[in-house]
Protein backbone atom coordinates (compact mmCIF):
# COMPACT_ATOMS: atom_id res chain seq x y z
CA UNK A 1 0.00 0.00 0.00
CA UNK A 2 1.72 3.08 -1.21
CA UNK A 3 1.41 6.33 1.40
CA UNK A 4 -0.59 8.35 -1.78
CA UNK A 5 -2.98 5.69 -1.43
CA UNK A 6 -3.54 5.49 2.00
CA UNK A 7 -3.30 9.50 2.31
CA UNK A 8 -6.09 9.57 -0.86
CA UNK A 9 -8.41 7.41 1.64
CA UNK A 10 -7.96 8.95 4.73
CA UNK A 11 -8.31 12.42 2.12
CA UNK A 12 -12.17 10.52 1.08
CA UNK A 13 -12.68 9.43 4.67
CA UNK A 14 -12.67 5.75 3.35
CA UNK A 15 -11.63 4.38 6.86
CA UNK A 16 -11.15 0.73 6.03
CA UNK A 17 -10.47 0.57 2.08
CA UNK A 18 -6.58 0.85 2.48
CA UNK A 19 -6.75 -1.96 4.61
CA UNK A 20 -9.32 -4.24 3.00
CA UNK A 21 -8.71 -3.94 -1.03
CA UNK A 22 -5.84 -6.79 -0.89
CA UNK A 23 -8.32 -9.25 0.38
CA UNK A 24 -11.20 -7.95 -2.06
CA UNK A 25 -11.83 -11.05 -5.15
CA UNK A 26 -11.07 -9.19 -8.73
CA UNK A 27 -13.16 -10.16 -11.70
CA UNK A 28 -14.42 -7.29 -13.08
CA UNK A 29 -13.10 -3.96 -12.30
CA UNK A 30 -17.28 -2.75 -11.97
CA UNK A 31 -17.58 -5.73 -9.34
CA UNK A 32 -14.12 -4.87 -7.31
CA UNK A 33 -15.42 -1.91 -6.61
CA UNK A 34 -18.97 -3.05 -5.65
CA UNK A 35 -17.31 -4.98 -3.20
CA UNK A 36 -15.03 -2.95 -1.87
CA UNK A 37 -17.18 -0.14 -0.80
CA UNK A 38 -19.74 -2.88 0.27
CA UNK A 39 -17.28 -4.11 2.68
CA UNK A 40 -16.44 -0.04 3.66
CA UNK A 41 -20.19 -0.10 4.28
CA UNK A 42 -20.18 -2.91 6.47
CA UNK A 43 -17.22 -2.22 8.73
CA UNK A 44 -18.29 1.16 9.36
CA UNK A 45 -21.99 -0.42 10.31
CA UNK A 46 -19.84 -2.24 12.41
CA UNK A 47 -17.96 0.17 14.52
CA UNK A 48 -20.97 2.01 14.62
CA UNK A 49 -23.08 -0.57 16.62
CA UNK A 50 -19.74 -0.95 18.88
CA UNK A 51 -19.63 3.08 19.44
CA UNK A 52 -23.43 2.88 20.57
CA UNK A 53 -23.14 0.15 22.52
CA UNK A 54 -20.14 1.73 24.17
CA UNK A 55 -21.57 4.72 24.49
CA UNK A 56 -25.42 3.31 26.21
CA UNK A 57 -22.88 1.82 29.08
CA UNK A 58 -24.88 -1.49 29.89
CA UNK A 59 -23.43 -2.84 33.00
CA UNK A 60 -23.33 -6.19 31.29
CA UNK A 61 -22.96 -8.03 27.68
CA UNK A 62 -26.85 -9.29 28.17
CA UNK A 63 -28.88 -9.80 25.13
CA UNK A 64 -32.56 -10.06 23.65
CA UNK A 65 -30.91 -14.00 22.42
CA UNK A 66 -30.51 -14.85 25.76
CA UNK A 67 -33.39 -13.71 27.46
CA UNK A 68 -35.53 -16.87 29.02
CA UNK A 69 -39.55 -15.39 28.30
CA UNK A 70 -41.60 -16.79 30.96
CA UNK A 71 -45.35 -17.18 31.82
CA UNK A 72 -45.11 -15.10 34.51
CA UNK A 73 -44.71 -12.11 32.37
CA UNK A 74 -48.26 -10.17 32.09
CA UNK A 75 -48.07 -7.91 29.00
CA UNK A 76 -50.72 -4.67 28.55
CA UNK A 77 -53.38 -6.08 25.76
CA UNK A 78 -52.02 -3.65 22.93
CA UNK A 79 -48.64 -4.93 23.53
CA UNK A 80 -47.52 -8.34 22.73
CA UNK A 81 -43.81 -9.62 22.02
CA UNK A 82 -43.17 -9.45 18.74
CA UNK A 83 -44.43 -5.71 18.71
CA UNK A 84 -42.22 -5.34 21.89
CA UNK A 85 -39.20 -6.91 20.19
CA UNK A 86 -39.88 -4.78 17.03
CA UNK A 87 -39.10 -1.33 19.18
CA UNK A 88 -41.65 0.43 17.58
CA UNK A 89 -42.34 1.83 20.28
CA UNK A 90 -39.04 3.89 20.24
CA UNK A 91 -40.09 6.01 17.00
CA UNK A 92 -43.29 6.71 18.97
CA UNK A 93 -41.52 8.49 22.15
CA UNK A 94 -43.21 5.78 24.14
CA UNK A 95 -42.11 3.87 27.24
CA UNK A 96 -41.93 0.56 28.64
CA UNK A 97 -42.40 -0.06 32.15
CA UNK A 98 -41.26 -3.46 34.09
CA UNK A 99 -42.63 -3.70 37.37
CA UNK A 100 -41.99 -6.87 40.20
CA UNK A 101 -40.26 -8.21 42.07
CA UNK A 102 -36.04 -8.66 42.03
CA UNK A 103 -34.34 -11.52 39.98
CA UNK A 104 -37.52 -11.81 37.56
CA UNK A 105 -35.65 -11.18 34.29
CA UNK A 106 -36.55 -7.11 34.35
CA UNK A 107 -32.82 -6.02 33.95
CA UNK A 108 -31.92 -8.48 31.71
CA UNK A 109 -34.97 -7.51 29.40
CA UNK A 110 -34.51 -3.90 29.59
CA UNK A 111 -30.67 -4.63 28.63
CA UNK A 112 -31.42 -6.76 25.83
CA UNK A 113 -33.94 -4.49 23.93
CA UNK A 114 -30.92 -1.23 24.92
CA UNK A 115 -28.51 -3.53 22.93
CA UNK A 116 -30.87 -4.27 20.14
CA UNK A 117 -31.77 -0.59 19.28
CA UNK A 118 -28.49 0.06 19.13
CA UNK A 119 -28.27 -2.46 16.78
CA UNK A 120 -30.36 -0.71 14.48
CA UNK A 121 -29.14 2.66 14.66
CA UNK A 122 -30.44 4.24 17.92
CA UNK A 123 -28.50 6.37 20.66
CA UNK A 124 -29.33 4.53 24.26
CA UNK A 125 -28.27 5.36 27.52
CA UNK A 126 -28.50 2.90 30.22
CA UNK A 127 -28.19 4.46 33.83
CA UNK A 128 -29.52 3.04 37.70
CA UNK A 129 -31.28 5.60 38.68
CA UNK A 130 -29.40 5.97 42.10
CA UNK A 131 -26.36 6.76 39.87
CA UNK A 132 -28.38 9.45 37.93
CA UNK A 133 -29.35 11.09 40.54
CA UNK A 134 -25.78 11.03 42.16
CA UNK A 135 -24.56 12.43 38.50
CA UNK A 136 -27.39 15.21 38.95
CA UNK A 137 -26.57 16.06 42.39
CA UNK A 138 -23.01 16.09 41.50
CA UNK A 139 -23.96 18.53 38.22
CA UNK A 140 -25.52 20.63 40.54
CA UNK A 141 -23.27 21.28 43.05
CA UNK A 142 -20.53 21.91 40.06
CA UNK A 143 -22.68 24.22 38.40
CA UNK A 144 -23.04 21.94 35.22
CA UNK A 145 -26.32 20.69 35.44
CA UNK A 146 -27.30 22.49 32.09
CA UNK A 147 -24.06 20.46 30.16
CA UNK A 148 -25.22 17.44 32.10
CA UNK A 149 -28.69 17.62 30.60
CA UNK A 150 -27.88 18.86 27.21
CA UNK A 151 -25.78 15.11 27.14
CA UNK A 152 -29.25 13.76 26.23
CA UNK A 153 -30.08 16.03 23.17
CA UNK A 154 -29.34 13.36 20.76
CA UNK A 155 -30.46 10.44 22.54
CA UNK A 156 -33.37 8.17 21.64
CA UNK A 157 -33.90 5.94 24.47
CA UNK A 158 -33.09 6.33 28.22
CA UNK A 159 -33.25 2.96 30.67
CA UNK A 160 -33.66 3.68 34.16
CA UNK A 161 -33.13 0.54 36.12
CA UNK A 162 -33.83 -0.23 39.43
CA UNK A 163 -36.64 2.51 40.47
CA UNK A 164 -37.43 2.11 44.07
CA UNK A 165 -34.66 -0.04 45.03
CA UNK A 166 -33.15 3.41 47.30
CA UNK A 167 -35.30 6.36 48.23
CA UNK A 168 -33.71 9.86 46.93
CA UNK A 169 -33.45 12.66 49.04
CA UNK A 170 -35.91 15.74 47.90
CA UNK A 171 -33.24 17.60 45.91
CA UNK A 172 -32.61 14.31 44.25
CA UNK A 173 -36.31 13.62 43.51
CA UNK A 174 -36.77 17.13 42.02
CA UNK A 175 -33.87 16.78 39.75
CA UNK A 176 -35.01 13.84 38.29
CA UNK A 177 -38.42 14.86 37.64
CA UNK A 178 -37.04 17.74 35.83
CA UNK A 179 -34.86 15.92 33.73
CA UNK A 180 -37.69 13.51 33.30
CA UNK A 181 -40.61 16.07 32.50
CA UNK A 182 -37.73 17.79 29.72
CA UNK A 183 -37.90 13.90 28.31
CA UNK A 184 -41.57 13.71 27.77
CA UNK A 185 -43.10 13.22 24.17
CA UNK A 186 -39.24 13.61 23.29
CA UNK A 187 -37.31 10.21 24.36
CA UNK A 188 -38.46 6.67 25.15
CA UNK A 189 -37.73 5.13 28.33
CA UNK A 190 -37.62 1.98 29.83
CA UNK A 191 -38.00 1.60 33.51
CA UNK A 192 -37.38 -1.33 35.96
CA UNK A 193 -38.81 -0.97 39.16
CA UNK A 194 -39.88 -3.36 42.15
CA UNK A 195 -42.28 -0.90 43.28
CA UNK A 196 -45.94 -0.52 42.28
CA UNK A 197 -47.02 2.73 41.41
CA UNK A 198 -48.88 3.27 44.56
CA UNK A 199 -45.69 2.83 46.46
CA UNK A 200 -43.45 5.32 44.51
CA UNK A 201 -44.25 7.34 47.50
CA UNK A 202 -41.95 5.72 49.19
CA UNK A 203 -38.85 6.98 47.14
CA UNK A 204 -40.20 10.55 46.26
CA UNK A 205 -41.28 12.87 49.07
CA UNK A 206 -43.10 14.59 47.61
CA UNK A 207 -46.81 13.08 46.67
CA UNK A 208 -47.34 15.69 44.76
CA UNK A 209 -44.38 15.71 42.89
CA UNK A 210 -44.81 11.32 42.37
CA UNK A 211 -48.41 11.91 41.33
CA UNK A 212 -47.08 14.24 38.55
CA UNK A 213 -44.51 12.13 37.63
CA UNK A 214 -46.48 9.18 37.47
CA UNK A 215 -48.54 10.83 34.81
CA UNK A 216 -46.43 11.45 32.81
CA UNK A 217 -44.84 8.01 32.73
CA UNK A 218 -47.69 6.50 32.12
CA UNK A 219 -48.99 8.88 29.46
CA UNK A 220 -47.36 6.58 26.59
CA UNK A 221 -46.60 3.71 28.43
CA UNK A 222 -46.62 -0.04 28.21
CA UNK A 223 -46.62 -1.29 31.31
CA UNK A 224 -45.43 -5.36 31.62
CA UNK A 225 -45.27 -6.79 35.08
CA UNK A 226 -43.61 -9.69 36.27
CA UNK A 227 -44.39 -12.22 39.08
CA UNK A 228 -42.86 -15.60 40.00
CA UNK A 229 -39.72 -16.56 42.15
CA UNK A 230 -36.43 -14.79 41.60
CA UNK A 231 -34.11 -16.23 38.92
CA UNK A 232 -30.95 -15.62 40.80
CA UNK A 233 -32.37 -17.01 44.43
CA UNK A 234 -33.61 -20.17 42.82
CA UNK A 235 -29.94 -20.26 40.59
CA UNK A 236 -28.63 -20.00 44.01
CA UNK A 237 -30.32 -22.29 46.11
CA UNK A 238 -30.11 -25.11 43.10
CA UNK A 239 -26.12 -24.76 43.27
CA UNK A 240 -26.30 -25.17 46.84
CA UNK A 241 -27.55 -28.59 46.35
Given at each position: ???A?R?M?????L????D??E???F?????????L?SEEFR????A?????????K???????ST??W???I???T?????SL????F??K???????????T???????????????V??????Y????????L?????HK??????????????????E???????K??????F?????????K?????????????N???TD????AA???R???HAHI???SG?SY??????S???
Amino acid sequence: MSEAIRSMCKSLRLAYVADIYENIPFETPEQFIESLFSEEFRLREKAKIQRLIKNAKFLDSKSISTYEWHEQIRFPTQLDKESLLSLSFIQKQQNVVLIGSPGTGKTHLATGLGRKACEVGFEVRFYRVSHLIEQLEQALRHKRLEAFRRKFEKVDMVILDEMGYLPFSKEGSELLFHLIAEWYEQKSLIITSNLEFSQWNRIFTDSRLTAALVDRLIHHAHILTFSGESYRLTNALSKSH
